[in-house]
T-cell receptor, first 113, second 113 residues
Framework: DAKTTQPNSMESNEEEPVHLPCNHS???????IHWYRQLPSQGPEYVIH???SNVNNRMASLAIAEDRKSSTLILHRATLRDAAVYYC??????????????FGTGTRLQVTL | DGGITQSPKYLFRKEGQNVTLSCEQN?????MYWYRQDPGQGLRLIYY???????QKGDIAEGYSVSREKKESFPLTVTSAQKNPTAFYLC????????????FGSGTRLTVV
């Protein structure tokens, strides 16, 4: 499975933008980039995913580098509710047995007032 | 509302007993997954199933068993052969294409005493 590298932790002030980086230098051309977040004692929650182009949804934006070897999850205005562990995961486009998600340890985001 | 339901939320069992964790989804998803999470760690895949009556071992299947008799249901049995069963167990489902995200349940916290 292609591997991702994320910082262990990051801090942000409330109401400020947060940029969560992810390196995936061994990404293949058929890997989607998925982001999930997990609040304490809950199951992970899907945030966003993309393949090549930048993506926006109501929760966040995903900026993908031109060479696809890195990506950044952008929370435009962090709130206390955004404090969670954020996982960056690669998922093969062909699905099947390669479509399962492999989780690393993620980035723990702390948001302060 | 569609979703994925895990029960119970908390489960206590004596050492040496088998225990079955329930996972039900009404999202009409093809694939279902079981993950285990230990404190401060990422998720590790136990078993997954892409269609009814078929399932595959994940990275840490020893001491666990599953069945997939219905599309909606994917129960996990933690057997007495599992050396360290105390953990947070998460069930997920998805369409079996990488362009879709996973939907996770809220988890079952199993404590073996």
């Amino acid at each position: 499975d292609a591997k991702t590298t994320q910082p262990n932790s990051m801090e942000s002030n409330e109401e400020e933008p947060v940029h969560l980086p992810c390196n995936h230098s061994t990404i293949s051309g058929t890997d989607y980039i998925h982001w999930y977040r997990q609040l304490p004692s809950q199951g992970p929650e899907y945030v966003i995913h993309g393949l090549t182009s930048n993506v926006n949804n109501r929760m966040a934006s995903l900026a993908i580098a031109e060479d696809r070897k890195s990506s950044t999850l952008i929370l435009h205005r962090a709130t206390l509710r955004d404090a969670a562990v954020y996982y960056c995961i690669l998922r093969d486009v062909w699905g099947g047995t390669a479509s399962k998600l492999t989780f690393g340890t993620g980035t723990r985001l702390q948001v302060t007032l | 509302d569609g979703g994925i339901t895990q029960s119970p939320k908390y489960l206590f069992r004596k050492e040496g007993q088998n225990v079955t964790l329930s996972c039900e989804q009404n999202l009409n998803h093809d694939a279902m997954y079981w993950y285990r999470q230990d404190p401060g760690q990422g998720l590790r895949l136990i078993y997954y199933s892409q269609i009814v009556n078929d399932f595959q071992k994940g990275d840490i299947a020893e001491g666990y068993s599953v069945s997939r008799e219905k599309k909606e249901s994917f129960p996990l049995t933690v057997t007495s052969a599992q050396k360290n069963p105390t953990a947070f167990y998460l069930c997920a489902s998805s369409m079996d294409r990488s362009s879709y995200g996973y939907t996770f349940g809220s988890g079952t916290r199993l404590t073996v005493v």
